[in-house]
C-alpha cells in the first residue's frame, strides 16, 4: 500500500508552468491567492496571473504540486 504524500501550498506561493511557452520563453508565474477544501473533499489553489490579475483559475493542489506540471517560481522576501 502506497503512503499518501501530503501536498501543501501556501499562500502568496508562486509557480509556473513546467513546460517552456511555444516560442521556448519560460512560462509566466501564477500566485496562490486561496487554498481551500471543495466540496469533493480535495484542496485546491485559487491562482492569479502576476502579469494580469484579473485572470484566474483554480487547480487541484496534487497538480500545482506536480512537477510534471508546474515547478516552483521565484521566492519574494517579506
Do not use: C, N
Not at 501550498?9 to 496562490?32: N, S
Not at 487541484?60 to 515547478?71: A, C, E
Amino acid at each position: 500500500m502506497a503512503m499518501r504524500q501530503e501536498h501543501t501550498v501556501k499562500r502568496g506561493q508562486r509557480f509556473r508552468d513546467a513546460r517552456p511557452t511555444l516560442f521556448g520563453r519560460i512560462a509566466p508565474e501564477w500566485t496562490v491567492r486561496d487554498v481551500f477544501v471543495g466540496s469533493d473533499g480535495l484542496s485546491y489553489a485559487r491562482v492569479v496571473l502576476d502579469s494580469d490579475p484579473s485572470r484566474s483559475k483554480t487547480l487541484s493542489v496534487v497538480v500545482l504540486t506536480d512537477r510534471h506540471h508546474f515547478v516552483p517560481g521565484r521566492t519574494v522576501e517579506s
